[in-house]
């Protein structure tokens, strides 16, 4: 049972990614997945959720209207579509479950909610 993200690399300012997270051992259709990055404190900080139910997302304040979460239950994968990327954007970015199938309505709250993480992937925002 885990989660592998990819698709992290260097970006220029403006630039765009595209981040995937797979499940294995798990199906994803009963599950939320969230993205979050390492940031400079002591928990990851949420970014982006989509819930089972694929219309109910959530995002950071930080990234809406740039980045754009989205599932594909038949590749067992979860997408972070990342555009105009900022220098600031550059983390180590991690993907991770939670169970319950619902995101927190707030990425304040997302953290609390995982309980499976994935291996990260650098992403680094450089002219």
């Known amino acids: 049972v885990q989660l592998q993200a990819s698709g992290g690399g260097l970006v220029q300012p403006g630039g765009s990614l595209k981040l995937s997270c797979k499940a294995s051992?798990?199906?994803?259709?009963?599950?939320?997945i969230g993205w979050f990055r390492q940031a400079s404190g002591p928990e990851r900080k949420g970014i982006a959720c989509v819930s089972k139910v694929v219309t109910r997302v959530t995002y950071d304040d930080s990234v809406k209207g740039r980045f754009t979460i989205s599932r594909d239950d038949a590749e067992n994968t979860v997408y972070l579509q990342m555009t105009n990327l900022q220098p600031q954007d550059t983390d180590v970015y991690y993907c991770?479950?939670?169970?319950?199938?619902?995101?927190?309505?707030?990425?304040?709250?997302?953290?609390?909610?995982?309980?499976?993480w994935g291996s990260g992937t650098q992403v680094t925002v450089s002219s």
């Open positions: 051992g798990f199906t994803l259709n009963d599950v939320a």
């Open positions: 991770a479950r939670d169970r319950s199938g619902y995101c927190a309505s707030s990425a304040r709250y997302l953290y609390w909610g995982m309980d499976l």
